[in-house]
């Protein structure tokens, strides 16, 4: 049997992080940044370095995707995950995360990468090309934005 060594990794990744962002000063000082990063600044929150701090751990996260990326494809190549970044917005977006900052979860975020898994997997079974899955995937894009725009009009 072989052992889901990704997906593991994953999902500890997962805990860890729905862990920090529900239970620390940190993740509630992000959430308020992204929410309203002048209201933060006046609470006195050091936004310059929580940013910082963001962007290192996103690259770092980027650096273990890559690492399992290229154990799974074999191969180191420069071009392996172009356009990622569409699916990952379309993914969290789907899940409830607000472009405009400040609302949205990581459980939430993390269903959405599920479900935009189980579509994408699903179009691969039916053999729809590429470009049609992106299609798709913008189309997803698009409605969840749509929602987005009318929940954040009807508060």
């Known amino acids: 049997m072989k052992f889901p060594l990704?997906?593991?990794?994953?999902?500890?990744i997962?805990?860890?992080?729905l862990f920090v962002m529900r239970n620390t000063s940190y993740g509630r000082k992000l959430y308020a940044i992204g929410?309203?990063?002048?209201?933060?600044?006046?609470?006195?929150?050091?936004?310059?370095l929580i940013k910082l701090s963001a962007f290192v751990i996103c690259s770092v996260l980027?650096?273990?995707s890559a690492i399992l990326l290229a154990s799974r494809i074999g191969s180191a190549n420069h071009i392996?995950?172009?356009l990622f970044e569409f699916q990952v917005v379309a993914a969290v977006v789907l899940g409830g995360v607000?472009?405009?900052g400040g609302i949205?979860?990581?459980?939430?975020?993390?269903?959405?990468?599920?479900?935009?898994a189980i579509v994408s997997n699903g179009l691969g079974m039916l053999n729809v090309e590429s470009q049609w899955q992106m299609v798709v995937n913008g189309i997803i894009i698009i409605i969840a934005v749509g929602f987005d725009e009318l929940k954040r009009k009807k508060s």
């Open 80 to 82: 392996a995950g172009d």
């Open 14 to 17: 997962l805990a860890v992080f």
């Open 98 to 100: 607000s472009l405009a």
């Open 35 to 48: 929410g309203n990063a002048e209201v933060a600044r006046l609470a006195g929150y050091n936004i310059k």
């Open 104 to 116: 949205g979860t990581l459980a939430g975020a993390a269903l959405g990468v599920m479900i935009l």
């Open 6 to 12: 990704k997906e593991i990794i994953a999902f500890l």
């Open 62 to 64: 980027s650096s273990i």
